[in-house]
């Protein structure tokens, strides 16, 4: 899809379908990436849906989400290739007593149907324009996001025993990442940029109520007053939007109306995941019921 002024009004419904209470800046952004072709650099705090872009993009163009997920030492050819070893032994067996020479062998294992392709080659050889979600770059070492400069800049690999194999069609590129290092100067220069931070507590009711429609109302805009307030705190691990929604699932599913100190403490680990972050908060449960404004319901 080449999308055009008429699109960015789909783009900010299947924004909104996916639990986006889009301020604008996400969905031109998408429309943007789409228009000019361009890799989407998303970064912002662990959970507030970056990755759903991605799949937003996907849906809007019609096509297949292909998704590398990024670690510390992944290497080039983990994103782009592998050969079947296995399979190749099994070929070399199988033709042992068939007389063949080295080269024709060679020839034939060194093809196509052995080699395992990775999400890097997989989307630049995709019958149709697909979507690449590079997630969690930054957790990548700084040589592969180099390897990585050089496929976005040509778009083409080489592999040494078949030779250079360029795109099919140029793949959508979005990339995500949570800070963890600074990025490089020029893979931010080849990229369009969007910043996603915690949402405001009005934006945050608003994906709860639309993400757990089922809600009580009251209970929902409690479990938003409480996260906003927890995000305050000094945590090790802040909870994002994606917890809230856990949350208020978890709630709902109990048919509960309203907050208790109880219930907060009995299911703080769908909220947080580190021990001393729920220490810490059991410790100031008090202080966080009068900071929402809704004590005389929290007690």
Avoid at 202 to 224: H, M, R, T
Avoid at 251 to 261: E, F, N, R, Y
Wanted: aromatic residues 8%; charged residues 25%; negative net charge.
């Amino acid at each position: 899809m080449n999308p055009t002024s008429q699109e960015l009004p789909q783009i900010k419904k299947m924004l909104h379908e996916q639990g986006y209470i889009d301020d604008g800046a996400i969905a031109m952004s998408v429309f943007l990436a789409m228009k000019l072709e361009k890799p989407l650099l998303v970064e912002g705090p662990a959970g507030v849906g970056k990755t759903e872009i991605a799949k937003v993009m996907a849906q809007a163009m019609g096509t297949e989400l292909i998704r590398l997920q990024c670690y510390e030492g992944l290497d080039s050819t983990h994103a782009l290739y592998e050969w079947n070893y296995q399979y190749q032994l099994l070929y070399l067996k199988m033709q042992e007593h068939q007389g063949k020479g080295i080269q024709d062998l060679e020839e034939t294992i060194f093809s196509d149907k052995f080699l395992l392709k990775r999400p890097v080659l997989n989307a630049i050889t995709h019958k149709e324009k697909a979507v690449l979600l590079i997630d969690e770059v930054d957790r990548a070492d700084e040589e592969f996001e180099s390897f990585l400069l050089e496929v976005l800049s040509d778009w083409q690999v080489t592999i040494p025993e078949i030779g250079t194999i360029k795109a099919t069609h140029k793949p959508q590129i979005i990339l995500t990442g949570n800070r963890t290092r600074e990025l490089s100067e020029a893979l931010r220069r080849r990229c369009l940029y969007l910043w996603i931070d915690y949402p405001t507590f009005e934006k945050e009711l608003a994906i709860v109520q639309s993400k757990v429609p089922e809600i009580d109302q009251q209970l929902g805009i409690q479990i938003c007053a409480f996260m906003k307030e927890l995000r305050e705190m000094k945590l090790e691990k802040t909870p994002g939007i994606s917890e809230t929604i856990d949350w208020a699932k978890a709630l709902a599913s109990m048919h509960l109306t309203h907050l208790d100190k109880q219930i907060v403490e009995d299911t703080l680990g769908v909220v947080l995941k580190d021990w001393q972050d729920m220490r810490h908060t059991r410790d100031s449960l008090s202080e966080l019921f009068e900071r929402t404004g809704v004590s005389s319901r929290l007690t």
